[in-house]
């Protein structure tokens, strides 16, 4: 069955690029935020890794993570060769992924055995009122809906995408972001500025009648107000897994106890 294509990539390529040549620091809050926490979890880990890389669709934001990390674009073919590497980032790119478990096969496949595999993407909450505006307001203007806000997965999905692809012990967790906005238009400025507009395949190509963005300020407006500006949504998920090894702990088989739980509670057991 061919795959599904989710994402028009030229475009995508043009939106980055666009946001590339004319850099805006303070737009890039998220990937910031992300890497803050990549780098977080990688202390926890406490490991010296001799040959990591860094998959991106962002190299400019991602390059200077780790000091010697190759940096391979978020292409659907990764530059990866297979047991290279101790560790695998995939960074702010899986959710633009028309096939995000593919992407997460192949760096399994590059890793060396207890090799680690970690990935920051935008989850479902993400933009969550911005699409409820947005749609309130291609209803009213036009009478349909078309889609203007990349789906994304939720952190349970995300997680289930790890064991799919076959990495051991794998977590998945989410980082909320709570941001204010004077306008649904400073917003868009930021989405613009980290190249992270509309890039779907099945987005509308004709140029929106002015009155829609209008229309989607004014719901935001009376619908999202928070304090003195507008509240938007971010959701970061993280996931972790470690390619297998027969060094890794296994989980014990059921029925391999040697202590009652009572006995370690401290307390007496109770028939049914």
Not at 100 to 120: E, H, K, M, N, T
Not at 207 to 213: I, M, N, Y
């Amino acid at each position: 069955m061919q795959q599904e294509t989710l994402t028009d990539r030229a475009a995508l390529l043009r939106h980055r690029a666009r946001a590339f040549a004319a850099p805006d620091t303070g737009a890039w809050f998220l990937h910031d935020a992300a890497r803050d926490e990549i780098q977080e979890r990688l202390r926890d880990v406490n490991r010296t890794f001799t040959k990591p890389v860094i998959v991106t669709g962002h190299p400019h934001v991602w390059d200077g993570l780790i000091p010697d990390a190759r940096i391979v674009p978020d292409t659907p073919v990764l530059d990866l060769e297979p047991g290279q590497h101790d560790l695998v980032i995939h960074g702010m790119s899986l959710h633009w992924a028309d096939d995000p478990v593919g992407q997460i096969i192949q760096c399994r496949r590059a890793l060396r055995p207890d090799g680690l595999f970690l990935s920051a993407a935008l989850g479902g909450e993400t933009l969550a009122e911005l699409r409820i505006a947005l749609a309130e307001a291609e209803t009213m203007v036009t009478g349909g809906l078309s889609p203007r806000v990349a789906p994304m997965a939720e952190v349970r999905d995300m997680g289930a995408l790890l064991q799919r692809a076959g990495l051991a012990l794998p977590v998945a967790d989410r980082l909320p972001l709570r941001t204010r906005y004077g306008s649904i238009w400073r917003l868009m400025r930021d989405l613009r500025a980290m190249g992270e507009t509309n890039a779907l395949a099945a987005r509308h190509r004709k140029t929106p009648k002015r009155e829609l963005f209008a229309t989607a300020d004014r719901i935001y407006q009376n619908t999202f107000a928070d304090g003195d500006g507008l509240r938007a949504t971010f959701e970061m998920i993280f996931l972790t897994g470690w390619a297998p090894s027969d060094d890794q702990p296994k989980p014990l088989r059921p029925g391999s106890a040697q202590a009652r739980l009572a006995d370690a509670l401290g307390v007496k057991e109770q028939g049914t």
